[in-house]
């Protein structure tokens, strides 16, 4: 869709550059990266409902957008079909370079070509306190009382942590990577482990992005 978009000189989704997956599995998570969410883009929605058959087109205002949450988050019984999005005109090289840019903004952060399912856990509220603490060591302001999840567990001393051959990045302590053989079991203990640390720690409770199955 960026490809298309930036080749017809359409502007607005280039930060969004190199989420993998399909627009359905973005719209539901409200996927973003870099201050750009999937709904700061998107007009409505064409939405099956399973139960009832019916096909209908919502408006983006109604979906219930927050971050990394939707209403389709919460009522699995609807399936995605279409979703209509506005950019906005702007100039093909442009948008183009400011899609490489963040293609190599992310591969220096080592988010890119790695065996992961992305960011294991949501960047959690926290309080002013730890809000603080945050931008007093990164020189970096929270979003919305967020801080991101990779800096507590950093913090946490789960940077490059490994159980296993699941191991948290070493660039982003929020991917758990696949070095070779991991097993889901691996991956939930480290997840587990690394609740434990954030939660002792500062008293925060983390929970998952990624979609548990069979656990
Ligand atoms: C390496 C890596 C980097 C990532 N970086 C980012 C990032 O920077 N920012 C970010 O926000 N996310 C990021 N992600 C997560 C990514 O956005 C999501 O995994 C993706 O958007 C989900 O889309 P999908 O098609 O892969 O969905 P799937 O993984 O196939 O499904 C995810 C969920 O969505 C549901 N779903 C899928 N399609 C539909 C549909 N049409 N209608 C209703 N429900 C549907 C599925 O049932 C499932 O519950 C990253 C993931 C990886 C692996």
Not at 9 to 29: C, M, Q
Request: charged letters at 20%; a positive charge.
């Amino acid at each position: 869709l960026l490809t298309y978009a930036a080749e017809n000189g359409l502007s607005g989704g280039e930060r969004l550059a190199g989420i993998p997956g399909s627009i359905g599995g973005a719209v539901r998570g409200n996927a973003g990266a870099f201050g750009t969410e999937i709904k700061d883009l998107m007009k409505n929605v064409s939405v099956l409902n399973t139960e009832t058959g019916e096909v209908k087109t919502c408006d983006a205002v109604k979906c219930d957008f927050m971050y990394r949450d939707s209403f389709f988050k919460k009522h699995p019984e609807y399936i995605i079909v279409s979703a209509t999005f506005t950019f906005t005109p702007g100039e093909k090289k442009t948008i183009q370079k400011e899609m490489y840019h963040t293609i190599a903004q992310r591969n220096a952060k080592q988010i890119q070509g790695i065996k992961s399912a992305g960011s294991w856990f949501v960047n959690p509220a926290v309080n002013s306190t730890i809000q603080a603490q945050f931008t007093k060591e990164t020189q970096k302001e929270s979003h919305g009382g967020r801080v991101p999840a990779g800096w507590l567990l950093q913090e946490c001393g789960m940077f490059k942590k490994r159980i296993g051959d699941i191991q948290a990045g070493t660039q982003h302590a929020n991917y758990f990577i696949n070095m070779g053989n991991g097993t889901a079991e691996q991956a939930m203990q480290l997840s587990t482990l690394a609740k434990t640390r954030v939660r002792d720690t500062f008293g925060v409770q983390l929970k998952e992005e990624v979609v548990l199955a069979g656990f």
